[in-house]
């Protein structure tokens, strides 16, 4: 089931307000980094590159069994030579949807 918010108030009654105030902090944490490599080093975050047709997507954990899924925003995608994402170049992301990937 997909459902749109638009603020944390909306997050709230949608989703709960434990998720809420995680999905507020997780974005708070976004915000503060000045590219998504130093996302990765939250142990807590589990970030990770999708694959395939989402190899332009990251999955970060929110709160079990619920992962953020974000894609890049940056224009063009920062890769690395082996055609990866560069995590240390990713300044700009999106959030698509909330999910459990379980």
């Not at 998504?36 to 990770?48: D, G, I, N």
């Not at 990251?58 to 940056?74: F, G």
């Amino acid at each position: 089931m997909q459902r749109r918010c638009s603020s944390i108030d909306e997050m709230g009654k949608a989703w709960g307000a434990e998720m809420a105030r995680r999905l507020a902090r997780r974005l708070a944490e976004f915000r503060a980094a000045e590219n998504l490599a130093e996302m990765a080093t939250l142990p807590q975050a589990r970030c990770h590159q999708l694959t395939k047709n989402r190899d332009e997507q990251i999955s970060v954990d929110l709160a079990q069994p619920y992962r953020l899924i974000l894609e890049v925003n940056d224009d063009p995608v920062p890769r690395t030579a082996d055609g990866g994402l560069d995590w240390t170049q990713i300044t700009k992301v999106v959030v698509i949807e909330i999910v459990d990937t379980h």
